[in-house]
């Protein structure tokens, strides 16, 4: 049997991704994050779909994202930035990086520029492991995530259906991918139940796709940090099985 984002008949990849994650080994490590000053950050496929539903909610509730929507991630390679993406995938918006025009920005520098007009609403991301909020102040209608998005629903329903033909994501290169490509042309390939190591300093759009493509093969993503030294421990202690 194909699995169900083969399956035209059922809805975007993203979000049979996203049922298969919390519903298959729903309790075992998808997405582990090695950060500075000592992070670790260990998310099941529960916990996982959790954060995406709650930010899936965040950006069409308070943000008025929908299909179509552009968000522009001005952001490192992450565990946040993940779902950031993962939610947005799940409304069918479309990811874009660097200079890209968006109508909505996540961003961990939300300086005074970032908020000037250019977007319909900016997000500030803080990447702390333990930030329950933005540190300092905001500039006004600048959305603090930390802050905001657990107050959000467990559940994420679109409100309107998200059509395959949409583009998902557009890469720093110019590459374009449909939601109906996400999991095909855009995912990188891996073998089943790989336990794979993603470097976070090859850039977040490499680490979307590597991400993808083991969760693809019912697989698991370590997420490091270039400040974090890959020792023989560190692979041994989480099982690395590609990279």
Same mark, same amino acid.
């Given at each position: 049997?194909?699995p169900?984002?083969q399956d035209?008949?059922?809805s975007?990849?993203?979000?049979?991704l996203?049922?298969?994650?919390?519903?298959?080994?729903?309790t075992?490590?998808?997405?582990?994050?090695?950060?500075?000053?000592?992070?670790?950050?260990?998310?099941?496929g529960?916990?996982?779909?959790?954060?995406? /539903?709650k930010?899936g909610?965040l950006l069409?509730?308070?943000?008025?994202?929908?299909p179509?929507?552009?968000?522009?991630?001005?952001?490192?390679?992450?565990?946040?930035s993940?779902?950031l993406a993962?939610? /947005?995938?799940?409304l069918?918006m479309?990811v874009?990086f660097?200079?890209a025009?968006?109508?909505?920005?996540?961003t961990a520098?939300?300086?005074p520029?970032?908020?000037?007009?250019?977007?319909?609403?900016?997000?500030?991301?803080?990447?702390?492991?333990?930030?329950?909020?933005w540190?300092?102040e905001?500039p006004?209608?600048?959305?603090?995530?930390a802050?905001?998005?657990?107050?959000?629903?467990?559940?994420f329903?679109?409100h309107?259906?998200?059509?395959a033909?949409?583009r998902?994501v557009?890469?720093?290169?110019?590459?374009?991918?449909?939601?109906?490509e996400?999991?095909g042309?855009?995912a990188?390939?891996h073998?089943?139940?790989?336990?794979?190591?993603?470097?976070?300093g090859?850039?977040l759009?490499?680490?979307?796709?590597?991400?993808?493509?083991?969760?693809?093969?019912?697989?698991?993503?370590?997420?490091?940090?270039?400040?974090?030294?890959?020792?023989e421990?560190?692979?041994?202690?989480?099982?690395?099985?590609g990279?």
């Amino acid at each position: 049997m194909p699995p169900p984002w083969q399956d035209e008949t059922m809805s975007i990849p993203a979000i049979e991704l996203m049922t298969a994650l919390r519903s298959g080994q729903s309790t075992s490590p998808r997405l582990t994050w090695y950060g500075p000053e000592s992070e670790r950050v260990e998310l099941s496929g529960r916990v996982l779909d959790n954060w995406v /539903a709650k930010t899936g909610n965040l950006l069409q509730d308070e943000l008025d994202a929908e299909p179509g929507t552009r968000l522009r991630l001005d952001l490192p390679a992450h565990w946040k930035s993940l779902i950031l993406a993962l939610a /947005a995938w799940q409304l069918g918006m479309e990811v874009v990086f660097d200079d890209a025009e968006a109508e909505l920005l996540a961003t961990a520098n939300p300086g005074p520029g970032a908020a000037q007009g250019a977007f319909d609403a900016v997000v500030a991301v803080a990447l702390p492991a333990l930030a329950m909020r933005w540190p300092g102040e905001l500039p006004t209608g600048v959305v603090d995530y930390a802050a905001e998005v657990r107050s959000h629903g467990d559940v994420f329903m679109p409100h309107v259906e998200p059509e395959a033909s949409r583009r998902a994501v557009l890469g720093a290169t110019g590459a374009a991918h449909t939601h109906g490509e996400l999991l095909g042309s855009f995912a990188a390939s891996h073998g089943a139940g790989v336990r794979l190591l993603v470097p976070a300093g090859d850039g977040l759009e490499h680490a979307l796709a590597q991400s993808l493509g083991a969760w693809k093969s019912d697989g698991s993503v370590v997420l490091v940090h270039p400040a974090v030294a890959v020792t023989e421990k560190l692979l041994a202690d989480e099982r690395v099985s590609g990279s």
